[in-house]
């Protein structure tokens, strides 16, 4: 059984910086593409960083390009998200998750995911 479990959530100041990790057991970690989606409240889960399985391909969503960045460490099956210069938009319920393959950034094409971090950004 494929678990994920975030850490790393909390309340920030606007422009502070928070990094996100996501430890997942059961399964070969490094055959599939992990994500990162977060969720505003009353909306639907969107996305908001890939990555591929281990060809290093990365993407993202137009409104965290250039301050967020997602990176693997494939010999502790941890996934991280740095999240730089954050804003108050950027308070979301963040989730993490496992590709159905070894990459893939839209929704339907995640099968696990973990529990999700509380991430809030004061102005």
């Known amino acids: 059984q494929v678990r994920l479990v975030e850490s790393g959530g909390g309340l920030v100041e606007a422009g502070d910086s928070l990094r996100l990790s996501c430890v997942a057991s059961?399964?070969?970690?490094?055959?599939?593409?992990m994500g990162w989606f977060r969720q505003f409240p009353g909306k639907e889960r969107s996305f908001v960083a890939a990555?591929?399985?281990?060809?290093?391909?990365?993407k993202y969503s137009d409104s965290v390009e250039g301050r967020f960045t997602i990176s693997r460490d494939n010999a502790k099956n941890t996934v991280y998200l740095q999240m730089n210069d954050l804003k108050p938009e950027d308070t979301a319920v963040y989730y993490c998750a496992r590709g159905r393959t070894s990459w893939g950034f839209r929704r339907v094409e995640y099968d696990y995911w973990g529990q999700g971090a509380q991430v809030t950004v004061s102005s």
């Open positions: 059961g399964g070969t970690f490094s055959r599939y593409g």
């Open positions: 990555i591929s399985a281990s060809r290093g391909l990365t």
